[in-house]
């Protein structure tokens, strides 16, 4: 299974700032995911993020608010913009192994917005 | 719309005795089923699947059991040891398409 790493794990941010969470893969992948997951919640996919091509993005998540980035097949970025503390969430990337349909998560990263 | 549904928030369990973590599903179209096991500051990690061309799936401790007429997938821990304590989610999905549907989840405690 593939190796994720985030950064940062966590923050504490200020309403109306952006974070940028990186997301890193030790091994190249078509696709990448992005999820949040809220208190108590389930997890919920904001975009898939195909190397070479504008994320596609679930239902209730817009490019304005979260826009992401992936310029390589091992690297992507989601950011999370002019933030209010209903964004308070921990957000997940994760891979998908195309052979075993399977996906792979991150560490996450614990966002707190004051 | 909530298509995968864990209705128990928590299971208490002993150490030793069967952990049963059910999950329920609305549409007849998934055919792969997961169930993801994660500790609190990490990501969820996989932990066992089925097809729905199989009604059990067994590794080790773990047995997954799906019932198509029903809808409901469960999963078998046994015997339990404490370092099961975690949340679990359940996920449904279409072979040919990515995206992932999850549970709430069921957070579990083994005591010793």
């Known amino acids: 299974s593939a190796v994720i790493s985030q950064k940062p794990s966590r923050d504490i941010c200020q309403r109306g700032t952006s974070l940028t969470i990186q997301c890193q893969v030790d091994?190249?992948?078509?696709?990448m995911f992005w999820y949040r997951q809220q208190p108590g919640q389930s997890l919920t996919l904001i975009a898939t993020?195909?190397?070479?091509?504008?994320?596609?993005?679930e239902s209730g998540f817009v490019i304005d608010k979260f826009p992401i980035s992936r310029p390589n097949l091992t690297f992507s970025t989601l950011t999370v913009s002019n933030m209010s503390p209903e964004d308070s969430s921990i957000y997940l990337c994760?891979?998908?192994?195309?052979?075993?349909?399977?996906?792979?998560f991150g560490p996450g990263t614990r966002l707190t917005v004051t | 719309d909530q298509q995968v549904k864990q209705n128990s928030p928590s299971l208490s369990v002993q150490e030793g005795r069967i952990s049963i973590l059910n999950c329920d599903y609305t549409?007849?179209?998934?055919?792969?089923f997961l169930w993801y096991k994660k500790y609190p500051a990490e990501g969820p990690t996989f932990l066992i699947s089925?097809?729905?061309?199989?009604d059990k799936n067994e590794d080790g401790r773990f047995t997954v059991f799906l019932n198509k007429s029903a809808k409901h997938l469960s999963l078998h821990i046994v015997p339990s040891q404490p370092g099961d304590s975690a949340v679990y989610f359940c996920?449904?999905?279409?072979?040919?398409?990515?995206?992932?549907?999850f549970g709430s989840g069921t957070k579990l405690n083994v005591k010793p």
């Open positions: 996920a449904a999905r279409r072979y040919n398409f990515n995206k992932f549907y």
């Open positions: 549409n007849s179209m998934f055919d792969y």
């Open positions: 089925i097809s729905s061309i199989k």
């Open positions: 994760s891979v998908e192994d195309a052979l075993n349909y399977e996906q792979y």
């Open positions: 091994s190249q992948v078509t696709m």
């Open positions: 993020a195909n190397q070479g091509s504008e994320a596609t993005y």
